[in-house]
């Protein structure tokens, strides 16, 4: 078997070196239809395949050519969101060093290199090339278009039942709320896409048929989290679409806590009451459940993760546990009280489910307040970029792709999936992106 592999890997290498671009677009078609080798086999190696050696054969040809040459542009490298990356990167490494299990932070900290260095880094470099971008967009809808065809088909053969509705994506999604996260992450693209291509009828039919499939997925998904995030990206939408001030949303953000903190008490009297279960096929009741902290598992089973994720960090509150660690060593900062039907004593169901309270338990307040900056930059760049940028289609896409990350920041208050290549290739892909046109329209032109 392994000779039999040996020459796939010299056609791969031959690959990387004399068609480098081709291979970043490889591993975007691939990335909704990679599997992750854990699945089918018995050791306790998390690997997805295709796209993750590829990836890691990319970082280091990668800094094999920037010791060799300088690949990337002094603007870029001074770039905040850049910087950002860097000491996020940074403080990782060095926490790593005080990890309680340093071999699966070292692993943790490859596997964010393999993502960021090739996506992020080298994507800016690669769509300076404006129509790649498109490329870009095309190729991960294309792929995932397959998968989702597919989840409906075997869905339909169980009649579109609620229960049978968490797996059916399998193998190419885990469960059926990271798959929706990654449908309501690429959803708005679509209506990018409508206007771009407004005097070509056969695409915009083409477009009109995803929009539908892609809305039928995203309500047959049942992942509630999906469902607002999408609902908070409009609102988004809604107030760069009237160009409201920021000002006026702070200002109602502050009546709005005023009024949680004052009634803070018949709230949770309410959500006590609250007997709606996620577990239906009525969307009404599925939408309710999101505030049932008293009988729904899954609500419940997310809290003890949270309070896990503090009490760890409460613990170590400067490096935290290690990167990577979480799953690994929460299971002793469970309360009995905050302990679920689907709890597990062994702690090893996943992670601490949101991209904020992972980093805070496993990297300290610093690695919770890098990652709260980097989205909070992410977001300001994309904003002043999209106001300030000519019309065009690539400003069309700036405004949805940065809808597109906002349902998946909200997401991540309730889940984290950037440890997988199906959400970092587009998360990362599309600030790659915002960077690369940030840097082609600064905010003041220079003078010689």
């Known amino acids: 078997m392994f000779f039999s592999a040996i020459p796939i890997a010299l056609l791969l290498v031959y690959v990387a070196f004399y068609y480098f671009e081709q291979l970043f677009m490889f591993i975007v078609l691939f990335t909704p239809l990679s599997v992750n080798i854990e699945e089918f086999v018995s050791a306790d190696i998390g690997l997805f395949l295709p796209t993750e050696p590829l990836l890691f054969g ?90 989702v065809l597919y989840t409906l088909v075997n869905h339909a053969m169980y009649g579109f039942d609620e229960e049978t509705g968490h797996w059916v994506m399998y193998p190419f999604f885990k469960d059926h709320t990271s798959y929706g996260a990654i449908l309501a992450l690429i959803f708005p693209l679509f209506f990018g896409l409508w206007k771009i291509y407004k005097n070509q009828t056969a695409t915009r039919t083409i477009i009109i048929g995803l929009i539908v499939l892609f809305t039928f997925a995203i309500i047959m998904s049942y992942t509630r989290a999906a469902w607002i995030s999408l609902f908070g990206a409009f609102l988004v939408y809604l107030c760069i679409r009237f160009k409201i001030h920021f000002k006026y949303l702070a200002t109602i953000g502050f009546f ?52 896990c994720a503090i009490r760890l960090f409460q613990e170590r509150p400067v490096f935290g546990w290690g990167p ?68 065009g289609e690539m400003r069309t896409l700036v405004l949805v792709m940065f809808l597109g990350l906002v349902t998946y920041f909200a997401h991540g208050i309730l889940n984290n999936y950037l440890d997988t290549d199906k959400a970092t290739v587009p998360v990362w892909g599309f600030t790659a992106i915002i960077v690369m046109l940030d840097l082609k329209y600064p905010k003041k032109k220079q003078i010689d």
């Open 324 to 391: 990577g660690t979480y799953a690994m060593v929460y299971a002793p900062f469970q309360l009995a009280s905050g302990k679920t039907i689907i709890s597990t004593n062994s702690g090893n169901r996943g992670n601490a489910h949101s991209e904020y309270l992972g980093p805070l338990s496993e990297q300290g307040l610093i690695g919770m307040l890098l990652m709260i900056v980097l989205v909070g930059w992410i977001c300001y760049t994309a904003i002043t970029l999209y106001i300030r940028m000519p019309e």
């Open 58 to 147: 990319m970082l280091l040809l990668i800094t094999f050519n920037q010791f060799r040459k300088n690949l990337f542009d002094a603007r870029f490298i001074k770039h905040p969101i850049t910087i950002i990356f860097i000491l996020q990167l940074l403080w990782i490494g060095l926490t790593c060093i005080t990890s309680e299990l340093p071999l699966v932070s070292l692993k943790f900290l490859l596997t964010k290199l393999w993502f960021i260095v090739p996506i992020y880094f080298y994507g800016v470099v690669f769509f300076q090339k404006e129509n790649r971008v498109k490329w870009f967009v095309w190729l991960y809808i294309g792929s995932l278009t397959v998968v």
């Open 256 to 307: 709005i806590g005023i009024y949680v903190a004052v009634n803070w008490t018949n709230i949770m009297h309410a959500a006590e009451k609250n007997r709606s279960e996620h577990a239906t096929e009525d969307m009404n009741e599925r939408l309710e459940s999101m505030t049932n902290v008293t009988t729904d598992a899954s609500n419940l089973e997310r809290l003890n993760r949270w309070g």
